[in-house]
């Protein structure tokens, strides 16, 4: 049973991967609001004002600043696409995490 164990945390690194995290800085800012979020983060990392999220030099209280300032982080390893996407599939993680060990731990192993 250890190899199976294996080969299923194996197998869900890799879908991981795959489906998070490989392809983030694949395609440009998408739409009108993806742009637009990481150009705040952005304003917020080269200002270092993470009190109010600006854009274009003004107040921006569209979205709460939790996700401005996990973004305006993530700048500090280079500003693009990947960083700016990174703490959206980072927290899809974490919930994919969550939810595997609720029905793990809801409906047993089979499920």
């Keep these: 049973m250890p190899q199976l164990s294996l080969f ?51 107040p921006w209280f569209e979205k709460t600043p939790l996700y401005y300032w996990l973004a305006a982080a993530s ?6 696409e990947f960083t700016a996407r990174f703490p959206s599939a980072l927290f899809a993680l974490l919930f994919l995490g969550v939810w595997y060990w609720f029905a793990q731990r809801h409906y047993g192993e089979s499920a």
């Design 8 to 58: 299923r945390s194996v197998l869900c690194g890799v879908a991981v991967y795959v489906l998070l995290l490989a392809g983030l800085n694949s395609v440009g800012l998408v739409g009108p609001d993806e742009p637009r979020y990481a150009d705040v983060a952005r304003g917020m990392y080269q200002s270092g004002d993470y009190i109010t999220p600006r854009l274009f030099g003004e």
């Design 75 to 80: 700048f500090h390893l280079g500003i693009g």
